[in-house]
């Protein structure tokens, strides 16, 4: 690799390590297609702008080369576990593919440990998926290990305490993570707080830790995701629109994007601005692609908001409704504990699940209504 090439892969990384990935792409664009190192920049750039099938093509691909170095390798292998941990159901491949990144990480050693302790963490979150407690923390133990003045250890930590319903304890770990430093233990510790705080129902908390970080960096897409997500919360529709619409505008080509534009379509709606929702979902159903499940729902809504005085209607909402944290694999026995709490029954899904729910997961709705 050249030294022109090399100066100019690091400025790349330097962007996407500074949130803006975007910048990243146009970088290396008219590169060398087929130098490694171009390729895993364009992956990581496409990963953080959740571009995940595309740029889970590239890191596959690479993989595949029988001349990739070691080091390239692990940098691919590390890629793909978060993608596969991200953007798909195969949870055991993602897990075979973390701990071979972590083995070859540590072989390695050096410079090679800060990635070994990144498969560590994908490990750790893959594992408490399958409700691995113990097995999650050792993975855990073994990315602080690796990489121990990090703030995210503590933070990937506290997301595993948070699977498993331990709130109070994961905000301690946010915190820590905030004291440990620096502008990424200041980042990563409050939005992670701000996670946790919107869960735990203290909204103001949650906004203070959100506005401490804006403006958010161009390419800051889980900031912008938990603006989203406090603001549908707290039933803030055109705030939930707005901040939909920046998350849409930060990554326009996000393979989620027209999940989004979706449900801004709906918050523009809740928000009473029912014509705005009309032209957002006849917009959505004409560019979406035809067998894309959004395009579906943006067409059934866009007939039914057609109707004669549908964009008149009163709204209803239920306000007093009850919450669950659902177990993996559990939404039909959660759901079903909702609603029998909601009538004034006790309920717990765990119970539930015994009577209606199949072994390998399922739940057919026959059972649910028996």
């Known amino acids: ?16 390590e500074k949130l803006d990935p975007a910048a990243a792409l146009a970088a290396v664009a008219g590169q060398d297609g087929a130098e490694a190192t171009v390729l895993l920049v364009r992956a990581g750039a496409l990963a953080a702008l959740d571009q995940f099938r595309e740029a889970y ?65 994908e490990a750790a979150l893959l594992l408490s998926r399958k409700r691995c407690r113990k097995l999650a923390a050792r993975s855990l133990a073994a990315a602080a290990a690796a990489l121990p003045d990090d ?37 990563w510790g409050r939005l992670a707080l701000a996670h946790v705080d919107t869960l735990l129902g203290d909204f103001d908390a949650a906004r203070a830790h959100l506005a401490a970080l804006t403006p958010l960096a161009p390419g800051d897409l889980w900031g912008r995701w938990l603006a989203v997500r406090l603001a549908l919360a707290q039933h803030d529709w055109l705030r939930a629109a707005e901040a939909l619409g920046d998350l849409v505008s930060a990554s326009p080509r996000a393979d989620a994007v027209h999940h989004y534009e979706y449900e801004r379509a709906g918050a523009l709606y809740r928000a009473g601005r029912k014509e705005e929702a009309r032209a957002a979902f006849a917009g959505l159903a004409a560019a979406a692609g035809e067998d894309e499940e959004s395009a579906r729902a943006a067409r059934r809504m866009t007939r039914l908001l057609a109707r004669e005085g549908a964009a008149s209607r009163p709204s209803r909402r239920l306000q007093a409704f009850p919450s669950v944290m659902q177990l ?14 909601f009538y004034g029954r006790r309920a717990d899904q765990v ?4 009577e209606i729910k199949f072994a390998d997961g399922g739940t057919p709705v026959y059972r649910a209504r028996s």
């Open 1 to 16: 690799m050249s030294a022109v090439l090399s100066e100019l892969t690091a400025r790349a990384r330097s962007l996407i």
């Open 57 to 121: 093509d590239l890191v596959c691909g690479l993989l595949e080369r029988r001349e990739l170095g070691p080091a390239e390798r692990l940098e691919a292998l590390v890629h793909k576990a978060r993608l596969l941990r991200k953007a798909s159901r195969k949870v055991d491949l993602a897990l075979e593919t973390a701990f071979e990144a972590a083995s070859a990480g540590t072989q390695q050693g050096g410079s090679a440990l800060a990635l070994a302790g990144e498969a560590h963490i």
């Open 151 to 187: 703030p995210r250890a503590l933070v990937f930590e506290g997301l595993v305490m948070v699977d498993f319903d331990e709130r109070l304890e994961a905000r301690a770990k946010f915190e820590a993570a905030r004291e440990r430093g620096g502008a990424g233990g200041e980042r």
């Open 328 to 341: 993996r694999n559990h939404c039909g026995p959660a759901s079903c504990e909702l609603y029998l709490r």
């Open 351 to 354: 119970d539930i699940a015994r």
